[in-house]
């Protein structure tokens, strides 16, 4: 095979290389994203510990994760789904604006209490503070792990 | 998104750049592919004229400048935006329009010819014109679009606008092979059918995303069989008579194709319901069988589907030659350049540049490139859809997919056709297809997803329940809310309806840069 | 792929499923894709060699206009087929023998390929040779083209004799080396002059002259012309008979003695016996010497229409045979019948089972039959071209097993009555000449019927010697008369002429 024929086929055969290069790369970054993520339990913004519970749903002692939005009640599209019978279908809801934790009562028949305060509206929330909505208590704490704030 | 994404200290005030460390390192394999593909065909040129090798240049310097050029343009842009976006998804996007700028390069150059003033424009240079827009176009949206609130809110008015554009498509269109596909205003002409999938799609995001608790829940049921619910049961037969109604006026049977998957795919996502897809592909079925038997174009793409060499001369002479040219390939390809015998000096493959690019890369790449081409958009809609999976909530998450479902459907429906899989259509393959409509289109597509992409844009309002009615027309006013399956079990207190949120649903954005 | 939401689902908590289903249409798209590399791989590499040889390719065409065709030689290397340039350099065909016409074809500028020069073209042209892996190392090389030369299993001796002895009659002679599928003659008369539709200069008028010619000589009767069989069909309902095991050797009809003279009845229609057959009750090899139809009827009705129909597919009836030239397909009977075998009726299957009725027949395909009789029961598939040569050297077509039809004994009981049907004194009246001297040989004359007038074509199938066979053959001679008048002394003359060649 003649020398230039050859080098021909090696820039052909380079152009393939290159693009399996390419996805290759993107392949790596795929995959190290994805175990970074199972790795680091999430970025969370806040997690919700569960205090009192009399009808187990849910359970005493759990840990939720929130996300800067979580709406709290009985029906089963809220993130967080309540069974209680003085709990409303759409309760509250807890947002994370800026800095801070915020939770708004959404109109329910009985209300929302923190730290055993009614809420009217809008009322911040700290971390420690005691949500409680129906007869079950919500701890808002911090999240797991503080550096995985992006 | 690790670490390395740390922001530089803020430039002139507001601008704040952020580094954009794996799109830099991945644009820079773009830049190396594309520098030794324009080797390579040049290389190959060099072949055909025998003693006349002059060296490892590249084919169409001036392009490839200009190309390589833009790329860096965006890539600082985005940067200097500062915003914390997908960094996937451009680098991919631009290796797409590499290979669509090679391809251009190596088809005979007047495949294509546009006068603009004193200069003649060829397949290439229009090309690239295009790309420079899309690209514009998609930078330009991932770093201004802030808030999806003009999208979120007049869907109805996103709808109307639709079908608008698609009546006056039906009835000003120009008639090219039997097909009304083009409108033309003035000098500027172009498929509206591209920018109506994008409207489709953020039509939808907005109507699944509101409605979406009724349409998991609840079901009208005929017999065994549970069905959406009643009210929404229609919209969906609107959708599948617009899609007919598409295939029947203008012949585009891609345009009808691609509408309806993605219909089916974004109220599955929206859902859940398994029994929707069904539904959705017996309608389908339905609806194809009518149209085999009334429609001819219909009639005619699926029987040389079925067997192109019965007429091999006629209508099935374009899928045939798409074969060959696949055979031709094999394994490794026959090089850029280097494949697409010419007969007489005419291409085997009419309409290459627009119907039948994969057929030409299928040939001159061989099947190691075609399984990379494909590979490349699976990256666009696997980065598409995991922007929907973990975006803020169900509207944008609803508009990412579908956005991507766009693009990974489309170059589906079009390599399948080439590859009589399923019958020819007559759509393009994005990114790489010659056609401007086509490349801007998806250019706003890539910039939404960018934009979508972005962790700090404005979160979205908390859910709301309007009434009925309401939901029924999406004026969201406040009625009597929809009480919901477990306000059945009232509590012990007289049972109150409870009072709507008050209009405080909009949260201000968070100021600057560090917030989500 | 999988699809991290932000927040998986713990402890309660559950996030919106949008995640999950996103994903399932994620998974959707991923197998959508999948199927696609599938489907470039099966067009790419799989069907990437049949494909790059179809005669519209541009490839195959693009080639053809520039690079100088392989050569057509013939078993012993002579040139059958070659090249010369004209005033402008540019090359064209020449072909050496006339005979040779109906097989090769030709290659024309204007008018494009027949033959073997269109069924072989990629090769000839260089534009693949079929290797798979050769087509994808060839691409590397500065010219990719490589025609190859073919060599041809045909002996010129014998496909000139073949074509004198036809004569000014239209016929075909087939001769196959049952053992491993070789043609070694494939005549059809007329001939017509390839060399002048090859010629730039005269390919008008040598065109057009091939195709006015009344007596369609484009037509290549060896392998596209169906003919009624006659007699010779009954070596089919021998295979069939036997093959099933409806019939032995010794098989007998009672009522055959009566039936001789008064003829057979079936289905209320009446059956008679050709002139000169006593009125005697046969078995498997006397029926054969005599040629007795009514045997042969009995015989047939008793296999059952079924299978008759399948011992003949397992021949190749019923479809075009896959061989190097296109041919027709032979048929036992008209498609569509609703009876068993697809016959329509019982009177169709007996006259069938003698060579009457609608059966028609390809030269190559009656050819076949005595193969199979010939090979121990098992068919070799039938090839021209024994061997390719190009830039990288010879490659031997091998020999390929179509399939095993019947047993060694039953072939061998079939060829002891082909025996008789030539050696045996009964025999000789109807197959004159066919015996070769100091060569055991079988074989079968037919006569066929067309109804009307006219002279009946003249058959003989047969092979030698019967141990070992080296060479079958397949004779017609349109309207020739009997089968010993034409067909039967030629063929032995031609099997002779092959003894002779091959010094045994």
Not at chain 3, 69 to 93: C, F, H, T, W
Not at chain 3, 141 to 170: C, F
Not at chain 3, 370 to 381: D, E, F, P, S, W
Request: glycine letters at 12%.
């Amino acid at each position: 095979m003649d020398p230039f024929l050859l080098t021909v086929w090696i820039v052909r055969i380079l152009f393939l290389g290159l693009l399996y290069l390419f996805l290759f790369r993107i392949a790596r970054a795929l995959v190290g994203d994805l175990r970074a993520a199972a790795r680091e339990p999430g970025a969370e913004l806040g997690r919700l510990v569960v205090v009192t519970s009399p009808a187990g749903e849910p359970a005493e002692g759990t840990s939720l994760a929130l996300d800067a939005i979580a709406t709290i009640g009985r029906d089963v599209n809220n993130a967080v789904v309540v069974e209680d019978q003085f709990v409303s279908a759409e309760h509250a809801i807890l947002t994370f604006r800026g800095r801070n934790w915020y939770v708004e009562d959404l109109g329910s028949t009985n209300g929302t209490f923190i730290n055993g305060s009614p809420v009217d509206g809008v009322a911040p929330v700290g971390f420690g503070d005691v949500v409680q909505v129906g007869q079950v208590r919500l701890r808002l704490e911090r999240p797991r792990s503080d550096a995985g704030r992006r | 998104m690790t670490a390395a994404t740390a922001s530089l200290p803020a430039i002139f005030g507001g601008i704040r750049p952020r580094a954009r460390w794996r799109e830099t390192k991945l644009l820079a394999v773009v830049a190396a592919t594309i520098l030794v593909g324009s080797v390579s065909l040049e290389l190959t040129r060099q072949v055909a004229v025998p003693g006349e090798a002059t060296g490892l240049h590249p084919a169409n310097p001036l392009h490839l400048a200009i190309y390589l050029g833009l790329l860096l343009v965006a890539h600082v842009v985005l940067i200097l935006s500062g915003r914390r976006m997908d960094q996937i998804l451009f680098p991919t996007v631009a290796m797409l329009g590499g290979i669509s700028l090679l391809l251009m390069e190596r088809l005979p150059r007047n495949l294509v010819v546009q006068s603009v003033g004193p200069w003649k424009l060829g397949l290439g240079d229009v090309q690239l014109a295009w790309l420079i827009l899309s690209f514009v176009l998609a930078t330009g949206l991932a770093v201004t679009v802030r808030s999806d609130r003009w999208l979120r809110l007049y869907k109805y008015t996103w709808a109307a606008a639709g079908v608008a554009l698609l009546l006056a498509t039906f009835v000003l269109g120009d008639e090219v092979n039997g097909q009304r596909l083009s409108l033309t205003l003035g000098p500027i002409s172009g498929q509206p059918s591209e920018l109506l999938k994008v409207i489709l799609v953020v039509f939808l995001a907005g109507y699944l995303s509101e409605n979406r608790p009724l349409l998991v829940e609840e079901s009208t049921r005929v017999g065994p069989i549970s069905l959406p619910p009643l009210p929404f049961l229609a919209p969906m037969v609107a959708m599948w008579a617009i899609a007919l109604g598409i295939v029947v006026v203008q012949r585009d049977l891609g345009a009808a194709l691609l509408f309806f998957t993605v219909f089916l795919a974004l109220l599955y996502a929206a859902t859940g319901r398994p029994g929707y897809v069904v539904m959705g592909v017996l309608l389908f079925l339905v609806g194809a069988f009518v149209m085999y038997q009334l429609v001819p174009t219909v009639r005619v793409r699926v029987d040389i589907w079925l067997d192109p060499f019965k007429d091999r001369t006629g209508t099935g002479y374009q899928v045939i030659q798409s074969l060959y040219a696949f055979a031709r390939g094999g394994l490794l390809g026959t090089g850029l350049g280097a494949g697409l015998p010419t007969v007489n000096g005419v291409l085997p493959i009419p309409a290459v540049h627009t119907d039948f690019p994969l057929a030409a890369l299928g040939e001159e790449l061989g099947l190691v490139g075609i399984m990379a081409i494909l590979g490349l958009f699976l990256v666009v809609i696997e980065r598409g859809l995991r922007i929907a999976a973990s975006a803020a909530d169900d509207f944008r998450a609803i508009l990412a997919a579908g956005l991507a479902l766009v693009i990974g459907t489309q170059a589906f429906i079009i390599a399948a056709g080439n590859l009589k899989l399923i019958p020819l259509t007559g759509i393009t393959l994005p990114f790489i297809s010659y056609g401007g409509s086509s490349l801007l289109v998806n250019g706003i597509i890539v910039g939404l997803l960018l934009a979508l992409s972005d962790r700090g844009v404005e979160p979205p309002p908390p859910p709301r329940r309007p009434g009925r009615l309401a939901r029924l027309t999406g004026l969201g006013r406040p009625a009597a809310a929809h009480p919901g399956p477990a306000a059945a079990r009232s509590g012990p207190s007289v049972p109150v309806p409870p009072r709507t949120p008050s209009g405080a649903a909009e949260l201000a954005e968070p100021g600057g840069g560090d917030g989500g | 792929m999988r699809f991290a939401t932000s927040a998986p689902a713990r402890g309660g908590s559950t996030r919106r499923p949008l995640g999950r289903t996103i994903g399932h249409v994620g998974l959707a798209l991923t197998v959508a894709f999948a199927g696609l590399a599938l489907g470039a791989g099966y067009w790419q590499v799989l069907r990437s060699p049949d494909m790059s040889r179809e005669p519209d390719n541009p490839l195959v065409i693009a080639a053809a206009r520039n690079v100088v065709r392989g050569q057509i030689v013939d078993r012993n290397g002579k040139v059958l087929a070659s090249n010369k340039r004209d005033a402008n350099g540019e090359p064209y065909r020449v072909y050496t023998d006339r005979t040779f016409s109906t097989v090769i074809g030709y290659a024309s500028r204007q008018y494009g390929t027949a033959g073997l020069e269109r069924s072989w073209n990629s090769q000839l042209t260089g534009a693949s040779n079929g290797n798979p892996i050769g087509d994808a190392l060839r691409k590397f090389q500065r010219n990719p083209y490589d025609p190859q030369k073919l060599t041809l299993g045909i002996s010129s001796a014998l496909q000139q004799a073949a074509v004198k002895g036809l004569g000014s009659d239209r016929g075909a002679v087939v001769m196959i080396d049952p053992q491993t599928g070789e043609i070694l003659a494939l005549a059809s008369t007329p001939i017509y002059d390839s060399s002048a539709i090859a010629n730039p200069a005269t390919q008008d008028q040598g065109f057009a002259a091939a195709r006015d010619n009344k007596a369609q000589p484009l037509l290549t009767r060896a392998t596209q012309g169906l003919y009624v069989p006659g007699s010779v069909f009954k070596i089919v309902t021998d295979v069939a008979g036997l093959g099933s095991g409806q019939i032995t050797p010794s098989t007998t009809f009672p009522q055959q003695a009566q039936a001789e003279k008064d003829g057979l009845v079936v289905s209320g229609f009446r059956i008679h016996e050709h002139p000169g057959v006593p009125s005697e009750t046969f078995d498997l090899t006397t029926a054969t010497e005599w040629s007795s139809n009514i045997w042969y009827a009995l015989a047939g009705l008793r296999t059952g229409g079924d299978n008759l129909a399948s011992f003949a597919a397992r021949m190749g009836f019923g479809k075009p045979l896959d061989f190097d030239l296109p041919t027709a397909s032979s048929q036992v009977t008209n498609p569509g019948g609703t009876g068993p075998g697809g016959f329509s009726d019982l009177v169709e299957l007996a006259n069938a089972s003698y060579g009457q009725a609608e059966t028609l027949v390809t030269p190559l395909q009656m050819a076949l039959v005595a193969c199979t009789v010939a090979n121990q029961g098992i068919l070799m598939k039938p090839h021209l071209v024994i061997a390719t040569t190009g830039r990288d050297g010879t490659h031997k077509v091998d020999p390929a097993e179509l399939g095993r039809v019947i047993g060694p004994d039953t072939a061998s009981a079939i060829a002891a009555a082909m025996q008789a049907a030539v050696e045996s004194s009964i025999g000789s009246q109807f197959t004159t000449g066919a015996k070769v001297p100091g060569v055991t040989t079988a074989g079968k004359s037919g006569t066929a019927q067309l109804g009307g007038t006219g002279a009946p074509h003249s058959w003989f199938i047969g092979f030698a010697p019967v141990d070992h066979p080296r060479i079958a053959i397949a004779v017609i001679v349109e309207k020739g008369g009997r089968g010993g008048a034409r067909a039967a002394p030629l063929a032995g003359d031609l099997m002779s002429l092959f003894f002779k060649q091959a010094g045994s």
